[in-house]
């Protein structure tokens, strides 16, 4: 069965300072992989997937993500964070010819001023 | 920009009653999805739904759950009897191919008293 582990609840950073949210999966097959971010009192916006090619993946707002299959992970960076990328963030992932998404649970990513 | 919308956005009910909540797809879109999050969980599958059936559906997914596309326009989700445990967010989600990426609603705040 699937899973996915985002390793860290809560990741606080300063204003300007890069930022890495961790993501690790497990499955059997092939799969595709994506970030979503969820603002208050909002719903869950697509950042950024990996469905084939290169493992590099660059999403909207200056996020980008890569796809490493050795060690089953799909890590989120931003160079320099800004005070409106306070959401949280969740890792998902979909078996290749499945539709469920499952996902982890969830990075609070709080910028600091 | 197309988007999928909820109704309502939080509804309150007594243990045992029946509720439906509703969500209008994008209109192009051919895949629907259900989710849920209960308060301090990760977002978790319920069901999804292609041409007028279930298509694929969690072990949450009991009888007390159902879907239906009344009018080509709407999707809802049906509790028979609701159970305190009910508690949470209910997202839909959509997609136009069950390879791309799912297109969340904002989401509908069940409470159960």
């Known amino acids: 069965a699937q899973s996915v582990t985002q390793l860290d609840s809560q990741v606080p950073v300063f204003e300007e300072a890069p930022v890495e949210l961790r993501c690790n999966y497990s499955?059997?097959?092939?799969?595709?992989l994506f970030w979503y971010v969820q603002y208050p009192n909002q719903g869950l916006q697509l950042l950024l997937k990996?469905?084939?090619?290169?493992?590099l993946v660059k999403g909207i707002n200056g996020f980008e993500a890569e796809f490493n299959k050795s060690q089953t992970s799909f890590h989120l960076r931003k160079p320099s964070v800004h005070i409106s990328d306070t959401a949280e963030y969740f890792c998902?992932?979909?078996?290749?010819?499945?539709?469920?998404?499952?996902f982890g649970q969830g990075t609070r990513l709080t910028i600091n001023p | 920009e197309p988007e999928v919308t909820q109704t309502p956005s939080h509804q309150v009910t007594q243990m045992g009653q029946e509720v439906i909540l509703r969500c209008v797809p994008i209109s192009n879109h051919l895949y629907f999805y259900w989710y849920r999050q209960i308060l301090g969980q990760k977002v978790e599958f319920l069901v999804s739904f292609y041409n007028n059936e279930i298509s694929e559906k969690s072990e949450i997914f009991d009888d007390q759950f159902s879907v239906e596309r009344p009018d080509g326009s709407n999707f809802t989700l049906k509790i028979r009897s609701t159970k305190l445990e009910d508690s949470a967010m209910y997202f839909c989600?959509?997609?136009?191919?069950?390879?791309?990426?799912?297109?969340f609603g904002p989401g509908t705040r069940l409470t159960v008293t």
């Open positions: 990996y469905l084939s090619g290169s493992t």
């Open positions: 499955s059997s097959v092939s799969v595709y």
């Open positions: 998902a992932v979909s078996d290749h010819g499945a539709q469920k998404l499952v």
């Open positions: 989600a959509s997609s136009p191919d069950p390879t791309y990426e799912q297109y």
